[in-house]
């Protein structure tokens, strides 16, 4: 899947797990942009990230992300 | 306390005290390991002239070595205290601020902190004049110092979670201690057979107490995870149980519904071997234990294994505990007659306004636990009032801070702001008399977060509200903050939320859940010319009139 369909499919997980609009998730939105994106809310969205992309992400990398971004990069790796 | 330790040192050297995992490393420490590992610790602080109530900082990530240097400050006669580390969205400079407030009123002799902290505390604040004591130099000994400590010496302080300027340092006696480890067992019928495991950061009285020093005292093995690990993958809790065959565990109502929120369906574990999971240090939510126990009823968790208890660092810990063995009860309340007429009566009412109240158990031994009305009257049952408490786990108020200290502790008794009522020995708690949000099992006041966000522009000066909510899917106190702003553009109010949001990550690490833009004067204030915090909270709840 190329980074940009990733892009896409994480934006519509992240905006229906944090009810947030699609329209303000961009690459370099952080967690500190959405309303309720704390560390529960994160653990909730990676486990449906798992489950969307059929993959299992590296726990030690899941705190260093800084932005949306990030987690397409991780996404991306972690499906080889 | 120090002499309990030693006693099983000397006649279980090597019994285990805890196992400490990190990354899915098990480090065991034996009691004889305890004793070894603290002593260098102890060492560098008597090396350094530091002893007899000589305040001394814990700052430590998840590790052994965080217990070493809390056990190796305490052998030592000193006075340790936990810190949280920073969290990594919180600003540094925010952080390592609030720290030195604390460090600077309680007039800390030393930091005992990684050599990663003390580079991060010293780029911020290169003249700090305390001691630093790090792992990578200390003194090679494993021979404790002898010493004798008073029943009345402050053994530890256990600072409360508030924003830098309203941490308050709780003064815990080695007799309060004892008397809270001695009362809580029993009413746990806690025995040298049982196993906790627990994922709380010990810089919290309830993983502190609860889950290290109760298990160091009473001979109980006990497994430690990293907070930082267990929020992103909580069901590490069930894999330690299973692994462990534990048998209780502490957390906070949220801690419940993130696990019941992040189980897999298919995911399974065998915990039948756990006799309690106490629910804890946050209002404990009948939904909550409900979806719980009905989540993993297959898996050994019965109704009579989820616990409740109501604790405080004002007391050392627990004030009251549920009946282990039996599910701890639930009452349904008229709702109407709780909020207008302070009175819990029970409704048997198929319609109309109730409310669930869950019970918080019976007062352990020798505490005494009542409702006060405002003139300090004692109150029948059913009579919403404020709890307090008093008898020998009483703290000896907060550390250099008298006027607080006279507040709160007040002829023997600990008047804790809470409101709830007494039914046949148990108590209910129903909710709080100030601005106390607990969040997600910690305590802020709101007006330090208002404070935090003053000089955010666009916001019209004073005219802003921080409140919290009940949310049954994160199960805990959702955060939302209302401002009022004379910015109509749309540009103009999603740089004032983003600033909102920022400065309250920035100098708290809290993430809002909500934050509400308002017209000039949406917010009510009372006579006193102050926001009034309950009609505001009333006008909330009817109204979603936001401007954004």
């Known amino acids: 899947m190329s980074a940009d369909n990733v892009f896409q499919r994480l934006s519509q997980v992240i905006s229906r797990e944090l009810g947030c609009d699609i329209s303000d998730i961009h690459r370099d939105t952080s967690a500190d942009d959405i309303d309720g994106w704390d560390s529960l809310a994160h653990a909730r969205l990676i486990l449906k990230i798992e489950e969307v992309f059929d993959l299992r992400l590296p726990g030690d990398k899941l705190f260093e992300l800084d932005n949306v971004g990030d987690l397409v990069v991780l996404v991306s790796d972690a499906q080889g | ?548």
């Not at chain 2, 590790?63 to 540094?92: C, D, I, K, N, W």
């Not at chain 2, 419940?256 to 574990?269: E, F, L, M, S, T």
């Not at chain 2, 003053?454 to 916001?459: A, F, Q, S, T």
């Open chain 2, 1 to 548: 306390m120090a002499s309990r330790i030693l006693k099983h040192v000397e006649n279980t050297p090597h019994r285990l005290f805890a196992r400490v995992i990190v990354n899915d490393e098990a480090t065991p420490i034996s009691y004889s390991a305890l004793a070894a590992s603290s002593a260098p610790y102890a060492a560098a602080c008597r090396e350094r002239g530091i002893g007899q109530g000589d305040r001394v900082i814990i700052l430590f990530d998840h590790g052994p070595e965080l217990l070493f240097a809390f056990f190796g400050a305490m052998f030592a006669g000193a006075v340790p205290t936990m810190m949280s580390p920073p969290s990594p969205r919180q600003e540094p400079g925010h952080f390592w601020d609030g720290q030195i407030q604390v460090i600077k009123r309680i007039d800390a002799k030393a930091i005992m902190t990684t050599d990663r902290l003390r580079a991060a505390l010293e780029s911020v604040l290169p003249h700090h004049g305390r001691q630093v004591i790090t792992p990578s130099a200390l003194p090679d000994t494993d021979l404790l110092p002898d010493l004798e400590f008073a029943g009345n010496d402050i053994a530890f302080l256990q600072h409360s979670s508030g924003t830098t300027g309203t941490k308050k340092g709780v003064m815990i006696s080695h007799e309060a201690l004892l008397h809270q480890i001695d009362s809580y067992a029993k009413a746990l019928a806690l025995t040298s057979d049982d196993r906790i495991v627990s994922w709380l950061p010990l810089y919290h009285d309830m993983g502190l107490i609860a889950c290290c020093l109760l298990p160091v005292l009473k001979g109980v093995p006990v497994t430690l995870l990293s907070p930082f690990e267990w929020v992103i993958r909580p069901t590490s809790l069930f894999d330690y149980i299973e692994k462990t065959k534990a048998t209780m565990t502490w957390q906070p109502n949220f801690g419940y519904q993130h696990i019941v929120n992040c189980a897999k369906p298919g995911d399974r574990w065998d915990l039948s071997s756990m006799r309690a999971f106490v629910n804890c240090s946050e209002r404990c939510r009948p939904e909550t234990i409900n979806g719980f126990v009905s989540k993993f009823a297959d898996m050994g968790v019965e109704a009579s294994t989820v616990q409740t208890c109501y604790a405080m660092a004002e007391t050392v810990f627990a004030a009251t505990q549920s009946d282990i063995g039996s599910a701890p009860r639930v009452e349904t309340l008229d709702a109407a007659a709780l909020v207008d007429e302070g009175i819990a009566r029970p409704s048997l009412a198929t319609h109309g306004s109730t409310v669930q109240v869950q019970s918080c158990g019976r007062q352990i031994d020798g505490l005494t636990v009542l409702t006060m009305d405002e003139d300090g009257n004692r109150l029948p049952d059913r009579r919403i009032g404020e709890i307090c408490i008093s008898g020998p786990s009483l703290a000896r108020g907060y550390d250099r801070q008298p006027d607080k200290t006279d507040a709160v502790f007040r002829e023997g008794w600990y008047h804790s702001g809470d409101l709830g009522y007494m039914a046949n020995g148990e108590l209910f708690v129903t909710g709080r008399k100030d601005d106390l949000l607990i969040l997600n099992g910690r305590n802020h006041y709101a007006h330090d977060l208002e404070f935090a966000l003053r000089d955010v522009p666009g916001i019209i000066p004073g005219r802003l509200m921080a409140m919290s909510e009940y949310r049954s899917d994160i199960g805990s106190d959702a955060l939302i903050i209302l401002a009022e702003t004379r910015e109509t553009s749309s540009a103009a109010l999603k740089q004032i939320k983003k600033s909102i949001r920022d400065t309250i990550v920035d100098e708290t690490g809290l993430v809002p859940n909500e934050v509400h833009l308002l017209e000039p004067m949406w917010l009510l204030k009372s006579t006193s010319g102050k926001i009034s915090r309950s009609a505001t909270r009333h006008k909330f709840k009817e109204s979603q009139e936001f401007i954004a």
